[in-house]
Structure formats: structure tokens, C-alpha cells
């Protein structure tokens, strides 16, 4: 019998959990929402009041948290989980949090703690069954170790050294998100031209589309996306895809299309939803110059602390969105990628900073911001920052390395 810690209960987490208790391990729980724990309590698991206290005495911890933020706020602090270890325990990160994070992860637990990153393959179902792909990344010892107890959960599969299993999640989750999305363009695209839907389904049969096509077909005839994966998850990891840093065009296509769907109220559907949103979008979805684009009908998100956008254009090569930023607002972190960007300040005033220092910006004055520049705009005013932020993907050759604010009045 093995003491185990499982922190994070979500749809996920708990069935992986309860076939953790079901095989006769010692099992401590701990969720963020107590009242996610009680079915585990029921088949015997004690839950802690703390992170810190959930894994104080268990040799393996298991997290399985939504998104990196999540992660370090249950593993970091006084109450978080590396100040609960206090002997060599081996910690399983199967959250999809990506490579970045699992570095920091290693960074802030105990020397004597060996970490393994472990997300899966599959959903409900496979987690209920056990019949989970883990994807591990980490020490082959560890490994060989924790086989058992994670045969328990699926089918291990060991593809390289710490950060390894965290990479070919998004890998692969990126290569379903983004099939979805060109399945849903594909019928757009057919629809725009004139092809019976039926006609579609039959071509798409003699395509690489074809099982997608398949498998996908009665959830969008019957407008059903029970969810197994929620869209605001997908959204999430392709966000992680992106930040990568890699000149990836078509995830930010997908990204693009999932934040507007997320925006839309899909985010507790499944990501599959991605394509009716992408079907009732307006043909084309990019107005000519005999139609206004008011904002107050533009796809709508918020982000950070109380940050609002407005995506107004968004074809293939440019990006327009109308921001609003609060007052004693800064962007959470700074940004950065392939993109090309020109930042123009429509009411209030910014500040622009860079590793270059900072640039202010007042209404009617803007700021270009050339490729993999990363940039953090803050509003120091007393009122609403409102700013236009037009992007795009450029083969020029950058012009500038620095920040120049120029003002248009």
C-alpha cells in the first residue's frame, strides 16, 4: 500500500482519484472547492484542509490542476504543497500546463522531491476505466518506480527527460484542436461556395478529414456538445501552444477562432462546439467598406483584472481589437511573438514598457511593436485606458528594435 496525495477534484481528477482509493491505496484529497471532495470521502479518502497538509506524509502526490496559474497557487506559499514536503516524495504533475511551467514547478519544490510530468490522452470515459495515455516526462527510474500505481490509470509511456510529457501534450492536444477547426472551415468553406451540405459529407469521406468528419457529424447535425473537454480548456492549451514562442500561423488561427467562441459562451461545451460557432459565424466574418463594424457587435472577451476586448477585424494577416484597460491596470505579463503590432492609444493615457525601459503614450499617439519585442502595457491614469491594437504576421524585414511613440496630433 502506497500513501498517496491527490490535490485538484475536477471532472478529471476525481475519477482518476477514485481508482487510485479503489486499489487499496492510503489516499489524502485536496480540492480548492471542499465540497468536490465528499464523494471521495464516501470511499474512505481523508480530506486535508491544506495542500501542505494533504501531502506531509504521502510518498507520491499526484496534482491535476486546470492551467499554470492554478498550479503555482496550490504549490507555492505557506499553505501550498512544496511547504508541506518534508521527505523524498516523488510529486506527478499530470496537469496541461506545459513546459514552462513544469521548469518553474522544479524550481520551487525540495531538492529531495522527484518530479515527473504526466498529462494524459483521453477524457471521462478513459479516466472512469483507467484506460488513460500518460505521457511522462522525467528520470527512467522514477518511471519504473511509479509504473504500477499509474498502471492504475492508464497506459505510461515514457518519452524523454523532465518537461518532455508537458511538450507532447500540447503537441497533440494542438493537432486535435486544430483538425476540429479545419473541419469547421472546410464545411464554411463549402457552404460559401454553394455545396449541398450532404454533397460535403460525402466529399469530406475521400479526405484526410474523413474519420473527423465521421465521428463528428451527429454532435453538429443535433447541435449537441455534451462536454468531455471543455472549450475554455482547449482555448487554454492552445493559448500555451502559442506562447511557445514557434512562428505557428495556424494555432493562432485556432486560438483565434476559440477565444471567440469561448467569448460567445461556449466555454463549458465541449471544444467541439468550435464547430457550429465557426458555422453560424457570418460569411466571411470580415465586412467590406460598405458595412460599419460597431464594437458593440465585434466577438467580446475579457482578460486579466477587468480587462475588456472587442475583436473587430480578424482576417487571415490582421488583427483589430478595441481594448479597455481600468485604471491602476497592468497586463498580468508581458507579451511577445511573431506578430508585428501597432498600439494606438484612443482615450487616456498608457505607459508602454519593454526591456528597453518605458514609453508614454497619450491619446491620439501610438507605439509600433516589432516581432518577438515582449511589451507590457499598464494604465497609470485615473480613468479608462482605451486602445486600438492592430496586429499582424510580417515577412519584412523589422524595422527597429527599440520602441518610438509617435504622436498623431
Known amino acids: 500500500m502506497t500513501t498517496v496525495a491527490w490535490i485538484g477534484l475536477g471532472r478529471m481528477g476525481t475519477r482518476m482519484a477514485r481508482r487510485v482509493a479503489a486499489a487499496g491505496h492510503s489516499l489524502t484529497v485536496w480540492n480548492r472547492t471542499p465540497g468536490r471532495a465528499g464523494a471521495l470521502a464516501a470511499v474512505g479518502a481523508r480530506v486535508a484542509p491544506t495542500p501542505a497538509a494533504a501531502v506531509r506524509d504521502a510518498e507520491v502526490v499526484f496534482l491535476m490542476l486546470a492551467d499554470p496559474t492554478a498550479l503555482a497557487g496550490v504549490v507555492e506559499g505557506p499553505a501550498g504543497v512544496a511547504a508541506g514536503l518534508g521527505k523524498a516524495t516523488t510529486v506527478i504533475d499530470m496537469s496541461t500546463v506545459g513546459p514552462a511551467a513544469v521548469g518553474r514547478l522544479a524550481h520551487v519544490l525540495p531538492c529531495s522531491t522527484t518530479l515527473l510530468d504526466a498529462p494524459v490522452l483521453g477524457s471521462l470515459a478513459e479516466a472512469e476505466e483507467g484506460t488513460l495515455t500518460i505521457l511522462i516526462g522525467g528520470p527512467e527510474p522514477a518511471v519504473e518506480s511509479m509504473r504500477t500505481v499509474l498502471s492504475l490509470l492508464g497506459d505510461p509511456i515514457h518519452l524523454g527527460p523532465s518537461g518532455s510529457g508537458a511538450a507532447a501534450k500540447l503537441v497533440a492536444n494542438f493537432a486535435l484542436l486544430g483538425t476540429v477547426g479545419l473541419l469547421g472551415e472546410s464545411l464554411a468553406v463549402a457552404d460559401g461556395l454553394g455545396l449541398p451540405r450532404e454533397v460535403t459529407w460525402r466529399l469530406l469521406a475521400y479526405t484526410s478529414l474523413a474519420a473527423q468528419a465521421a465521428r463528428r457529424r451527429t454532435a453538429l447535425e443535433a447541435d449537441d456538445f455534451p462536454p468531455r473537454f471543455p472549450l475554455s480548456l482547449a482555448r487554454k ?173
Open 237 to 409: 492549451d492552445a493559448d500555451l501552444v502559442v506562447a511557445g514562442g514557434v512562428d505557428a500561423r495556424l494555432a493562432r488561427a485556432t486560438l483565434s477562432w476559440l477565444t471567440d467562441a469561448e467569448s460567445a459562451g461556449l466555454g463549458d461545451l465541449d471544444y467541439t462546439a468550435l464547430l457550429g460557432h465557426i458555422l453560424r459565424s457570418p460569411a466571411g466574418n470580415h465586412p467590406g467598406p460598405d458595412r460599419a463594424i460597431p464594437a458593440a457587435d465585434a466577438p467580446h472577451h475579457r482578460w486579466d483584472s477587468g480587462c475588456d476586448g472587442w475583436r473587430l477585424v480578424d482576417p487571415a494577416g490582421l488583427s483589430v481589437i478595441e481594448e479597455s484597460l481600468p485604471p491602476g491596470t497592468v497586463e498580468n505579463r508581458p507579451a511577445a511573438d511573431r506578430s508585428r503590432r501597432f498600439i494606438y492609444v484612443l482615450d487616456g493615457g498608457a505607459a508602454m514598457r519593454t526591456a528597453d525601459g518605458e514609453v508614454a503614450l497619450r491619446a491620439g499617439s501610438g507605439v509600433h511593436v516589432p516581432p518577438d519585442t515582449p511589451h507590457q502595457i499598464a494604465n497609470p491614469g485615473r480613468r479608462d485606458l482605451r486602445l486600438l491594437v492592430i496586429s499582424t504576421t510580417s515577412t519584412c524585414p523589422m524595422y527597429g528594435s527599440s520602441l518610438t511613440a509617435w504622436p498623431t496630433s
